[in-house]
C-alpha cells in the first residue's frame, strides 16, 4: 500500500476536497425518523455510505458516537469501514487516542494495522502526553501506509488553555506543527498531519514548510466558510482538508439530497 | 446511588487501597498460555474477576487493548463490567477520552451514563483540548454518581512538553490541578480525580486542598515504590490509589497466586 499522504492527495484529485464527517448525534437520528440506538445508528451510518461512498473522498467517523452503544455501536463500526472500503472513499477515523508505550501501541493496532476490523485510513490522536508518546501509532502508520492527524489547535473557546501555554518561547500547539514536521521529513504530501480548528480569529501557528494535511472539522454547520478557510490558512489553504458533518447530515436522509449537499458544497471549495 | 468519592471511600476502607489494572497485553496472553485474539483478552479478564473481584477494591481496564480486537473486544469488556459489579470491585475505565460539545457527551453517554453497557465507576479523561471542554463528562458524572480522573502530570520522559508549559505563570499540569478543585468544591472525598505519575523525580504539582483521590499507575513493574509514594505525594499521599497491572497479573492466571499478589501488595500498602 503506498503512503497515505499519496493516496490522500490522489483521492482529492479525484473526488474534490471535502470530508465528510458521520456524526451520528441522537439529534440527527431523530431528524432522519430513526430510533436513538444501535438500530439506529447502524441504518444512519449504512445509508450514509450508500448515498456518498462513490462519491466523496474521505469519510471522518466520530467514534464517541458509536461508542456510546457499546459492542453493537463498534459493530456498526466495523461494517461503515468495511463498506467504505468498497465504495472506494478514505475513511479519517475520529477518535483522538492517545497513551504511552504497549497501551499506545495497543490503540495502534486497532486503528493503523492491517488485519484489525477497526483498521482506519488514517486516525486522530491527541498529545497531551507529549508527542513522543504518539511513537508506537507513527511507526504503525509508517509500516502499513495509513496517517495520523495530531490535535494542535482547536476552536473551542477553551482550546487555548493548553495548546497556547508555551515553554521555550513556543507554544504547545506550535510544538505540535514543529514535531509533525519532522516526523513527515521531506516527504510531500506527507502522511502525518494535523487539526486545526476553521473558526479561530488568527491562525496562531506556522505553518510555513508544513507538508502534511490540515484536518479542519466544523466547515458549514459550526461557522466555518469557504472564504474564511483562505483567509485564515493563506499559503497552507492548499493543505486543508474541510470537513463538514451537520450541513451535509442535515440534508439526509434521502440520498439525491445527501448527494446535492456534498456536490454543492464540494464546489464550493473549488 | 451515592458520589463517587463516598463510593470509592468506603470501598478503600473495607477493601485496601489498590487498583489493579487489567492490561491484557499480547505478552501477558502469552504468559497465560492464552491465544492473542479476543478468546484470549475474554479468558484472561474473566480469570482476573473471578480470582479478585472480591478482594480488590477497584479494577482499571486499559480500553486499548481491548479495542484492539474491534467489538469482539468491546464485548469482552462489557462483560468484565457486569462481572466486576456482580463481585462488587468498582471499575476506572482507563480509556483517556477528549471531545468537545456534542462528541465529548457521546464519550459522556458511552461510559458514565447508567443504562450503557459500558458505564464504568469512573472514567480517565484528557484535556488537550481545554479542561472545559471535559464539561459535558463532568455533568453527566455528576447526575449519574460517578468520576472523573482528569491526566495531570505523568512520569513518562516525553510527558512534560505539554504538562510544563506555561500559561500566567502555572504549567499546564497545575492548571488541572486548579480546574479539578474547582470542580470538586468543598466536598472531601470528592468526586474528580488526576492522573499523576508515581516515578517522577519531584511532584511539581501543589496538591494542597486537594480532595479528590489520584490515580497513580505503575506501582510495582513500572518502577513505583510503596515507599516512593510517600516520599513524592508527602500530604497528599493519603490520597493517592495506587495502580498496579504487571506486578499482579505476572503472577497469574493461577487464582491463589494472583490473591496471593494482591494481598501482599495492599498489605504494603498499609
Known amino acids: 500500500m503506498s503512503d497515505f499522504g499519496a493516496r490522500l492527495a490522489a483521492q482529492v484529485a479525484e473526488r474534490g476536497r471535502l470530508c465528510v464527517g458521520v456524526d451520528p448525534h441522537p439529534q440527527i437520528l431523530q431528524e432522519w425518523g430513526l430510533t436513538v440506538d444501535a438500530a439506529g445508528v447502524a441504518e444512519c451510518a449504512q445509508r450514509m455510505v450508500e ?39 478514505m475513511v479519517i477515523m475520529d477518535a483522538k487516542r492517545g497513551d ?68 521555550g518561547g513556543r507554544s504547545v500547539a506550535q510544538m505540535m506543527v514543529d514535531e509533525v514536521n519532522t516526523a513527515n521529513g521531506d516527504r510531500d504530501p506527507a502522511p502525518f498531519g494535523l487539526v486545526i480548528g476553521g473558526t479561530l480569529p488568527t491562525l496562531d501557528v506556522d505553518l510555513t514548510g508544513f507538508t502534511g494535511s490540515i484536518l479542519v472539522p466544523g466547515i458549514g454547520a459550526q461557522g466555518g466558510t469557504v472564504e474564511g478557510l483562505t483567509e485564515l490558512f493563506g499559503a497552507a489553504a492548499g493543505r486543508v482538508l474541510p470537513t463538514s458533518s451537520r450541513e451535509i447530515m442535515a440534508a439526509g436522509p434521502d440520498p439525491d439530497s445527501l448527494r446535492r449537499a456534498v456536490v454543492a458544497l464540494t464546489a464550493e471549495l473549488g
Open 51 to 89: 448515498a456518498l461512498g462513490d462519491l466523496v473522498a474521505v469519510f471522518k467517523p466520530q467514534s464517541a458516537l458509536f461508542e456510546a452503544y457499546g459492542s453493537a455501536g463498534i459493530g456498526v463500526l466495523e461494517r461503515f469501514l468495511a463498506a467504505a472500503d468498497k465504495a472506494g472513499a
Open 100 to 167: 504511552i508505550g504497549s497501551t499506545m501501541a495497543g490503540y495502534a493496532r486497532a486503528y493503523l494495522s492491517n488485519d484489525s476490523p477497526l483498521a482506519a485510513d488514517a486516525l486522530t490522536v491527541s498529545p497531551y502526553l507529549g508527542f513522543g508518546s504518539l511513537t508506537p501509532a507513527i511507526q504503525l502508520a509508517e509500516a502499513t501506509g495509513r496517517g495520523l492527524y495530531v490535535l494542535c489547535r482547536t476552536s473551542n473557546p477553551e482550546g487555548g488553555q493548553v495548546q497556547l501555554a508555551e515553554a
